[in-house]
């Protein structure tokens, strides 16, 4: 096998994302249209709603119903929710529980050694949560406030005037294999609004679409990370809150485990790696099987039961990968979308749920008229976000996730010095390529055999999803011309999934098999929206 780089491999994004077209007659008109019903969307439109309730509001989500595509660690900062929800009693907001103990581990294959939790990493008073259920609560108060939620309609492109977004485009239902209309077809369905707020998640096509159409770009470009989860039914409750280091990642590969308590009888377990791994062999899900045979996890796992399976990438690149500017004519982007995750934190939702806010206290100003927003209004935006503890911190950690390009050991030295330093050490900034930039060296896997008790195959897994994806549909993967054999091995180890599997010396793709974490979109072929209520149905996640 040899040296993968996998930007020499991957398509650009497609054109037909920004529509420069007049929207039909049976557009539906919208004062404000938010694109992802996630935490920032969420949040966007409840504050919106608290803040105009006679505005229109929709939310447009791709997965069937509210939660089924989200999926967290969840240990939550609590105080964003508090201030959006000041009303309700703190046992009442969507938590499985309060973090009272925590623990950070040093792995080897057989042994874990109890290291210091480094500061940045301090959960106390924090909550464990399944963001599932937190968006599924979120959407009921959002309904009741009068908010249009409208799930199982994917957005496939912006509908642009000139320079200014005017709306979207959802995508058609019912198609066939090869993209022609079958006996259940639904044509796409037109949106119009004064402004539309992008609350796609982690590596949006719209968003990339956007930036890519209006040149805005950032400092560093976005690094990801990929994040395998499971949820388990346990014989005795978890005490703690529990991360570890090291091993079954790669020593040059950033990331991690948790394993959190989410109340008496189950756990959330999972494995984190960074996509710019050097290692060609990487498979984040075999990590996790590998890993839960650990001693450690082990234990915590006896005579459980795997509930649920997930996986979704994470954005990694922190303050500097931040873009130049949060706003255009006629659109915002809050959340994932923007990159607001402090990786040495682990934190993301609740600046998540800031940005929707804060982009809400914009919007109730610059529509309080008729007509579009005015854009230098929208501003004001970009103004708070950069003036909100979301800058705050994440300057304040810039460089942490970035220190460990250069390796484990390294990286760890680099990154204890910016938390004594406060962020002060090294200064400037550390240039980070992307992803798919980064070349991979080739390794031989040693075999794993799941045992479909404690370890599951890829197959198992997505089962465990809950994927409802139809086998008929058309593919939403555009994958590169005459993939080479090693090439093709890579994506078939780092999709957790089972999409991309080996036919010979051939890529075979399985598209019925995504769930959407949309990892090899990161670095190879790329995702698109697909049909309503595809992909995975997350209960617990």
């Not at 959002?142 to 799930?151: D, H, M, Q, R, T």
């Not at 935006?381 to 909100?388: K, L, M, Q, T, W």
């Not at 760890?412 to 406060?422: N, P, Q, V």
């Not at 075979?508 to 929206?529: E, F, L, M, S, Y």
Request: net charge negative; glycine share 10%.
């Amino acid at each position: 096998m040899g040296v993968v780089l996998p930007i020499r491999h991957q398509p650009a994004l497609p054109d037909s994302l920004i529509r420069a077209e007049a929207p039909g007659e049976e557009a539906v008109p919208l004062d404000v249209l938010i694109v992802g019903a996630g935490p920032a969307g969420l949040a966007c439109a409840i504050a919106l709603a608290k803040s105009n309730p006679e505005l229109e509001i929709g939310v447009l989500e791709k997965a069937a119903s509210l939660g089924e595509h989200s999926l967290s660690g969840a240990v939550i900062n609590p105080v964003v929710m508090h201030e959006l929800f000041p009303d309700v009693a703190p046992g009442e907001l969507p938590f499985r529980q309060r973090v009272d103990a925590e623990a950070v581990y040093l792995l080897t294959e057989s042994r874990a050694t109890k290291i210091p939790t480094p500061p940045t990493m301090h959960n106390h008073g924090n909550m464990v949560a399944s963001l599932s259920e937190v968006v599924r609560w979120m959407g009921e108060q959002a309904e009741a406030l009068g908010v249009n939620i409208f799930p199982g309609f994917p957005a496939e492109s912006l509908l642009v005037d000139g320079e200014r977004v005017v709306g979207v485009r959802t995508t058609a239902t019912g198609l066939g294999r090869d993209g022609s209309p079958g006996p259940n077809y639904e044509p796409p369905t037109e949106l119009t609004a004064r402004v539309v707020v992008l609350a796609e998640g982690t590596r949006g096509p719209l968003a990339q679409a956007w930036r890519d159409w209006r040149g805005v770009s950032s400092a560093n470009p976005q690094i990801f990370a990929l994040g395998v989860k499971e949820v388990w039914h346990v014989a005795k409750p978890l005490d703690r809150v529990i991360h570890t280091l090291g091993w079954p990642l790669p020593r040059d590969t950033f990331g991690g485990s948790w394993c959190y308590p989410m109340g008496p009888e189950q756990v959330s377990i999972g494995l984190v790696a960074g996509l710019d791994s050097h290692d060609a062999s990487l498979d984040v899900h075999e990590a996790l099987q590998r890993m839960k045979l650990h001693p450690l996890f082990a234990e915590i796992l006896a005579g459980g039961s795997m509930l649920e399976w997930g996986a979704k990438t994470i954005p990694e690149g922190g303050y500097h990968a931040i873009p130049e500017r949060l706003v255009g004519d006629g659109l915002m982007m809050v959340g994932d979308t923007a990159g607001f995750v402090d990786v040495p934190s682990l934190k993301g939702i609740h600046y998540a749920m800031e940005s929707g806010m804060l982009a809400a206290t914009t919007l109730a100003a610059a529509l309080a008229g008729d007509g579009p927003a005015d854009t230098a209004a929208l501003m004001s935006y970009d103004a708070a976000v950069r003036a909100s503890r979301i800058h705050d911190d994440l300057y304040r950690t810039r460089n942490m996730r970035l220190a460990f390009k250069d390796g484990f050991v390294v990286g760890g030295l680099k990154a204890g010095l910016m938390t004594l330093t406060r962020g002060a050490f090294p200064g400037g900034r550390i240039a980070m390529g992307q992803d798919a930039e980064s070349p991979r060296r080739p390794s031989t896997p040693v075999p794993f055999t799941p045992d479909n008790e404690k370890t599951f195959s890829k197959v198992d897994a997505v089962f465990k999803s809950g994927n409802q994806t139809r086998d008929d549909g058309p593919s939403h993967l555009t994958v590169g011309e005459d993939i080479p054999r090693e090439v093709a091995e890579f994506y078939a180890r780092i999709c957790p999934a089972g999409v991309y599997e080996l036919d010979g010396d051939a890529l075979r793709v399985n598209p019925p098999n995504c769930i959407d974490c949309k990892a090899t979109d990161v670095i190879g072929p790329r995702w698109a929206p697909r049909e309503g209520g595809s992909g995975p149905r997350y209960r617990l996640m």
